[in-house]
């Protein structure tokens, strides 16, 4: 079972579950995959805070992520 935890930072999420990078930059994390990003912002941000940093909808987040077969956690 894929679950994603919406407490857990994003670093956290993409070390256990790496094709979470590929979903997250597919639903407009454009900064993601930018070197060093993950290993350095990724530690503090969680899906939620980088939602709202990058004006995107969390339910948006949440149903891409359900239709690849994750559980969200709240």
Do not use: A, W
């Amino acid at each position: 079972m894929k679950e994603v935890s919406l407490k857990k930072s994003v670093y956290e999420l993409c070390s256990t579950h790496p094709e979470l990078v590929t979903l997250m930059r597919e639903i407009g994390f454009v900064n993601i995959t930018k070197p060093g990003m993950l290993q350095s912002v990724g530690k503090f941000m969680t899906i939620p805070k980088g939602c709202r940093t990058m004006r995107i909808s969390l339910e948006d987040v949440k149903q891409h992520l359900s239709n690849n077969g994750f559980t969200i956690i709240d």
